[in-house]
């Protein structure tokens, strides 16, 4: 019987995209810049966006400060996006 997650998006978005989609597009703000603002490279930022990469506790730390959020924020789209990654490979 395949796991199911009652309350939950049954296809989240990865937090890469949500960064890309609800932050930095608005704002007109590039990869180049904000990776500067956070001190991260710019290929580390472009791997999140593109979903290569998770957001990690130090990572969520970064991106509240640098956006006004809370780290919270981060781990609970990246936990959310988790779990229905784990369901779909376990229905599969």
């Known amino acids: 019987m395949a796991a199911t997650l ?15 989609e609800e932050f930095l597009s608005p704002g007109r703000v590039t ?3 904000f990776a500067a603002r ?7 930022l472009n791997e999140l966006i593109k979903g290569k990469r998770g957001v990690t506790a130090e990572a969520a730390l970064d991106l509240a400060a640098a956006l006004g959020t809370s780290a919270r924020l981060w781990m609970n789209l990246q936990a959310t996006y988790d779990l229905a990654v784990a369901v779909k490979r376990r229905a599969a």
């Open 6 to 20: 009652k309350g939950q998006p049954s296809n989240p978005f990865h937090p890469g995209e949500i960064l890309l």
């Open 31 to 33: 990869q180049t810049a």
């Open 38 to 44: 956070l001190g991260w490279t710019r290929a580390r």
